[in-house]
Nanobody, 125 residues
Framework: QVQLVESGGGLVQAGGSLKLHCAASGRTFSSYAMGWFRQAPGKERDIVAAINYSGGSTYYADSVKGRFTISRDNTKNTLYLQMNSLKPEDTAVYYC??????????????????WGKGTLVTVSS
Protein backbone atom coordinates (compact mmCIF):
# COMPACT_ATOMS: atom_id res chain seq x y z
CA GLN A 1 0.00 0.00 0.00
CA VAL A 2 1.08 3.55 -0.74
CA GLN A 3 0.17 6.47 1.45
CA LEU A 4 0.36 9.99 0.07
CA VAL A 5 0.36 13.20 2.08
CA GLU A 6 0.23 16.61 0.42
CA SER A 7 1.49 19.82 1.93
CA GLY A 8 2.33 23.35 0.89
CA GLY A 9 -1.09 24.70 0.04
CA GLY A 10 -2.27 28.04 1.28
CA LEU A 11 -3.43 31.50 0.35
CA VAL A 12 -1.50 33.47 -2.22
CA GLN A 13 -2.15 36.56 -4.30
CA ALA A 14 -2.49 36.37 -8.04
CA GLY A 15 0.93 36.31 -9.64
CA GLY A 16 2.50 34.62 -6.66
CA SER A 17 4.02 31.19 -6.25
CA LEU A 18 3.57 28.09 -4.16
CA LYS A 19 5.35 24.76 -4.06
CA LEU A 20 3.34 21.69 -3.19
CA HIS A 21 4.91 18.59 -1.71
CA CYS A 22 3.64 15.05 -1.71
CA ALA A 23 5.32 12.66 0.69
CA ALA A 24 4.91 9.02 -0.26
CA SER A 25 5.36 5.95 1.87
CA GLY A 26 6.55 2.58 0.69
CA ARG A 27 9.46 1.17 -1.24
CA THR A 28 7.69 1.28 -4.60
CA PHE A 29 7.48 5.04 -5.07
CA SER A 30 10.38 5.08 -7.49
CA SER A 31 8.55 2.68 -9.81
CA TYR A 32 5.24 4.57 -9.85
CA ALA A 33 4.02 7.21 -12.23
CA MET A 34 2.68 10.18 -10.32
CA GLY A 35 0.32 13.03 -10.92
CA TRP A 36 -1.17 16.16 -9.49
CA PHE A 37 -4.89 16.70 -9.90
CA ARG A 38 -7.11 19.51 -8.75
CA GLN A 39 -10.77 20.00 -8.04
CA ALA A 40 -12.60 23.26 -7.61
CA PRO A 41 -16.00 23.36 -5.90
CA GLY A 42 -18.70 22.00 -8.18
CA LYS A 43 -16.22 20.89 -10.81
CA GLU A 44 -14.63 17.62 -11.84
CA ARG A 45 -11.24 16.50 -10.66
CA ASP A 46 -8.85 17.19 -13.52
CA ILE A 47 -5.22 16.50 -14.31
CA VAL A 48 -2.76 19.27 -13.61
CA ALA A 49 0.54 17.53 -14.31
CA ALA A 50 2.01 14.05 -14.42
CA ILE A 51 5.44 12.51 -14.32
CA ASN A 52 6.82 9.10 -15.10
CA TYR A 53 8.64 6.93 -12.63
CA SER A 54 12.08 8.43 -13.20
CA GLY A 55 11.11 12.04 -13.80
CA GLY A 56 12.30 11.84 -17.38
CA SER A 57 8.90 12.51 -18.90
CA THR A 58 6.26 15.02 -17.87
CA TYR A 59 2.82 16.11 -18.93
CA TYR A 60 0.95 19.35 -18.24
CA ALA A 61 -2.59 20.45 -18.72
CA ASP A 62 -2.82 23.29 -21.22
CA SER A 63 -4.07 25.62 -18.51
CA VAL A 64 -0.83 25.36 -16.52
CA LYS A 65 1.83 24.93 -19.19
CA GLY A 66 4.67 27.35 -18.71
CA ARG A 67 3.60 28.16 -15.17
CA PHE A 68 3.75 24.88 -13.26
CA THR A 69 6.57 22.37 -12.98
CA ILE A 70 6.19 18.83 -11.72
CA SER A 71 9.23 17.02 -10.37
CA ARG A 72 10.16 14.19 -8.07
CA ASP A 73 12.99 13.11 -5.85
CA ASN A 74 12.95 9.35 -5.62
CA THR A 75 15.65 9.35 -2.96
CA LYS A 76 13.24 11.23 -0.71
CA ASN A 77 9.99 9.60 -1.85
CA THR A 78 8.65 13.03 -2.64
CA LEU A 79 6.68 14.56 -5.49
CA TYR A 80 6.61 18.32 -6.07
CA LEU A 81 4.54 20.85 -7.94
CA GLN A 82 6.08 24.27 -8.34
CA MET A 83 3.32 26.73 -9.19
CA ASN A 84 4.26 30.16 -10.51
CA SER A 85 2.23 33.06 -11.86
CA LEU A 86 -0.81 31.80 -10.04
CA LYS A 87 -4.23 32.89 -11.19
CA PRO A 88 -7.55 32.95 -9.32
CA GLU A 89 -8.77 30.12 -11.55
CA ASP A 90 -6.03 27.93 -10.08
CA THR A 91 -7.94 27.93 -6.80
CA ALA A 92 -8.76 24.32 -5.96
CA VAL A 93 -7.94 21.40 -3.75
CA TYR A 94 -4.81 19.83 -5.16
CA TYR A 95 -4.38 16.08 -4.90
CA CYS A 96 -1.33 13.91 -5.24
CA UNK A 97 -1.96 10.57 -6.93
CA UNK A 98 0.03 7.48 -7.83
CA UNK A 99 -0.31 4.77 -10.44
CA UNK A 100 1.26 1.39 -9.76
CA UNK A 101 3.15 1.32 -13.02
CA UNK A 102 6.04 3.36 -14.38
CA UNK A 103 4.12 5.24 -17.09
CA UNK A 104 0.64 6.62 -17.53
CA UNK A 105 -1.35 5.76 -20.64
CA UNK A 106 -3.86 8.46 -19.91
CA UNK A 107 -4.41 11.29 -17.46
CA UNK A 108 -7.80 10.33 -16.14
CA UNK A 109 -8.25 10.53 -12.39
CA UNK A 110 -10.12 7.23 -12.55
CA UNK A 111 -6.94 5.53 -13.71
CA UNK A 112 -4.95 6.38 -10.60
CA UNK A 113 -4.51 3.83 -7.82
CA UNK A 114 -3.65 5.88 -4.75
CA TRP A 115 -4.66 9.32 -3.57
CA GLY A 116 -3.72 11.79 -0.93
CA LYS A 117 -6.33 13.78 0.94
CA GLY A 118 -5.52 17.02 -0.82
CA THR A 119 -4.25 20.46 0.05
CA LEU A 120 -6.17 23.66 -0.59
CA VAL A 121 -4.69 26.36 -2.79
CA THR A 122 -6.49 29.68 -2.80
CA VAL A 123 -5.42 32.43 -5.17
CA SER A 124 -6.86 35.85 -4.47
CA SER A 125 -7.36 38.59 -7.03
Amino acid sequence: QVQLVESGGGLVQAGGSLKLHCAASGRTFSSYAMGWFRQAPGKERDIVAAINYSGGSTYYADSVKGRFTISRDNTKNTLYLQMNSLKPEDTAVYYCAAKARPYLKNYDSNDMDYWGKGTLVTVSS
